[in-house]
């Protein structure tokens, strides 16, 4: 998590420097839900996700500086500068892409869980999506196919409570979105996701459901956006006090504080995790900012398969 | 010697052949399996390849092409049906911004052999929402491939290839030509895409076409070698790639070129291959290029109106008679 949240904040650092282009959007305050739900995964598992996707796809293992390079469109980025912050993937660690369209990687995510079927490997396949991602059609498309298919995905909805610059309840008639699961014929769980451990837990047992061959779960991880959507938002609109509630329940916090409530680490130790996670993003950093940008010519490369 | 069979028969043997040829390759849609598809022209295939391999999906033209995208991320080649072309308005995202790009935003981590296969054109009386010639929808969007077979074995060995392709192929079906006859040799294979089909030669102008304005191009050449003007007649069969070197090669004999398109001009395949003709090859032309087009009207239902709309047999004759006497 702190990988991730050291991340974000260099990205935005690296932004208002001028060494990111276009537009990012940040998930300080989500973290919890892309860790617990990619650590219940193993190798060879896929997973999808938005274009607040930079998290996901860390938690998936994708290496810290190449990550960093691509969004600093470096030719040893993650995509070779080709895809940028809205679509960071890692196919070799099975993070497929994220996703600058709402809701458009869900219907590829059930072609992953397809292929699992079809090709009995037992993989499976999270997408990740927000809460406003439940009001396009890809959405209900995707679920009702991957529940009549029995395939093994899980669909894992990032509520932090604002579609863009939307209030969920401004935009959608329903409060609690894992009641949507009713529709498709799945189970849909609610959990607390600024709490690591619990999402972990929920997300273990939809992944024994998927390999069982039960099919899909629907997910809703409760949790919050601490930035505003992308770097040209404030935030002005959120109520006041509602962002510091929200860190008061910092998911990262709350993890270190209950990991030395109990014992398990001293709270020099925790300190010294920290420290060490930082030094090390900061260094992926400074790596990545030191990488040559693309020859242009490389601009013609795979718009089509070489054909063998 | 080989089989005789008709357009729409031969879209089920071409993927028999290749559900046959390659445990890989898998078929989605709706109602392609256990009711032998829209326009029957899948029967069979799910009794002899069974619902693991042959699937029927509820109406979701996103959810389809997204599982065959994703499928096809991870090492299926998935052929995928969207009945009517023009219901491909409903999952543009997926094919635009999803199938075309993926390879492309990745820097190459991934090939997507995905076929998708659509019931094309006018000519039914089905109406502006079931008649579009759509393929002229995605040539703005590079990562694309797009067939137009217009004969029996073109469309037999161009959907074998398309499926071998490990490119997102876009395969068009004329629905118009379903009744189409022709042969399948013994032992045909898997035609390459980009190739173009010369269907006949003539010195005195060029003329390229699909589909069935291909079959109305021909009848136009016959009727006006028996006025003595002879015609090339050049078949693309797929928009992308375009075999220009074939309608390049052939200018150099006729100096003179007429595309027929059975879309409106604004955007198409024949606006762009005149343009490309024109500023590639400019010293090759005796004449300004022709583009015999469709009306910019959505198609009409009435018979009068929708046989004005497409380009007829005496269009296609009274323009290139009117270019060649030029």
């Not at chain 1, 099975?94 to 292929?115: D, E, F, K």
């Not at chain 1, 709490?195 to 629907?218: C, F, I, K, S, Y």
């Not at chain 2, 191009?217 to 069969?237: F, H, K, Y």
């Amino acid at each position: 998590m702190w990988t991730i949240r050291f991340f974000e904040d260099e990205v935005k650092e690296l932004f208002t420097r001028n060494l990111v282009r276009g537009s990012t959007h940040l998930c300080q305050g989500q973290e919890a839900v892309a860790v617990g739900v990619c650590r219940a995964l193993s190798a060879g598992d896929t997973m999808t996700c938005t274009y607040r996707g930079h998290g996901a796809v860390l938690a998936m293992g994708a290496p810290v500086d190449r990550s960093f390079g691509e969004l600093l469109g470096r030719a040893q980025g993650l995509c070779g500068g080709k895809g940028g912050s809205m679509h960071l993937a890692d196919l070799s660690v099975g993070a497929l892409g994220s996703n600058a369209i709402v809701g458009g990687h869900l219907p590829t995510s059930v072609g992953a869980a397809l292929a699992s079927q079809y090709l009995r490997t037992g993989a499976v396949s999270v997408a990740f999506f927000g809460d406003g991602a439940t009001n396009i059609g890809a959405f209900h498309e995707s679920l009702n196919l991957a529940s009549i298919w029995k395939l093994p995905a899980i669909f894992v909805i990032e509520n932090n409570h604002y579609g863009e610059y939307s209030p969920l309840e401004a935009t959608t008639p329903v409060t609690r979105l894992a009641d949507r699961a009713a529709s498709y014929g799945m189970p849909g769980v609610y959990v607390d996701g600024n709490d690591v451990v619990a999402v972990r837990a929920v997300a273990r047992d939809a992944v024994a459901r998927a390999r069982a061959g039960d099919g899909p779960t629907l997910v809703e991880a409760d949790t919050y956006r601490q930035q505003g959507h992308s770097r040209s938002d404030p935030g002005a609109y959120r109520p006041d006090g509602e962002l510091d509630g929200w860190i008061a329940r910092d998911p990262i916090t709350r993890l270190s504080d209950a990991v030395v409530a109990a014992g398990t680490l001293g709270a020099e130790q925790v300190g010294a995790i920290r420290d060490e996670v930082l030094r090390d993003v900061k260094d992926a950093a400074e790596r990545a900012i030191a990488w040559p940008q693309p020859e242009p010519e490389a601009r013609f490369a795979n718009v089509w398969a070489e054909r063998s | 010697m080989g089989e005789t069979m008709n357009y729409r028969q031969v879209i089920a043997r071409a993927l028999a052949d290749e559900l046959a040829a390659d445990p890989k390759v898998i078929f989605i849609g709706e109602d392609v399996g256990a009711a032998g598809g829209a326009f029957k022209s899948t029967v069979g295939l799910h009794e002899r390849f069974g619902s693991d391999r042959v699937r029927d999906t509820p109406i979701s033209e996103q959810a389809i092409v997204g599982a065959a995208i994703g499928a096809a991320m991870m090492g299926v080649r998935p052929v995928a049906e969207i009945m009517f072309a023009d219901f491909a308005g409903v999952c543009f995202d997926q094919i635009a911004n999803q199938l075309a790009k993926f390879r492309y935003m990745t820097d190459g981590q991934a090939r997507l052999p995905v076929t998708i296969r659509m019931a094309n054109g006018a000519g039914g009386g089905f109406a502006a929402q079931h008649s579009q010639p759509a393929e002229n929808w995605f040539l703005n969007i590079p990562g694309l491939k797009i067939v137009v077979p217009a004969t029996v074995p073109d469309l037999y060995g161009l959907m074998r290839g398309a499926i071998r392709d490990d490119d997102p192929v876009l395969f068009f079906e004329h629905k118009n030509l379903f009744a189409v006859k022709g042969e399948v040799e013994d032992g045909a294979g898997p035609l390459p895409l980009g190739v173009a089909d010369v269907v006949r030669r003539g010195a005195d102008v060029t003329i390229v076409a699909t589909q069935q304005m291909r079959h109305r191009s021909v009848e136009a050449a016959e009727r006006l070698a028996s006025e003595g003007v002879e015609a090339t007649v050049i078949d693309p069969r797929t928009l992308v790639p375009f075999d220009d070197d074939a309608v390049a090669d052939s200018l150099r004999t006729t100096s003179r070129l007429v595309v027929v398109q059975e879309a409106p001009q604004a955007g198409s395949w024949g606006a762009s291959l005149v343009a490309r003709m024109v500023t590639g090859h400019f010293d090759l032309f005796d004449a300004a290029p022709v583009l015999v087009a469709a009306d910019d009207t959505p198609v009409p239902y009435a018979g009068t109106l929708e046989d004005a709309w497409l380009p007829s047999v005496d269009r296609i004759v009274t323009e290139t008679r009117k270019l060649v006497s030029y």
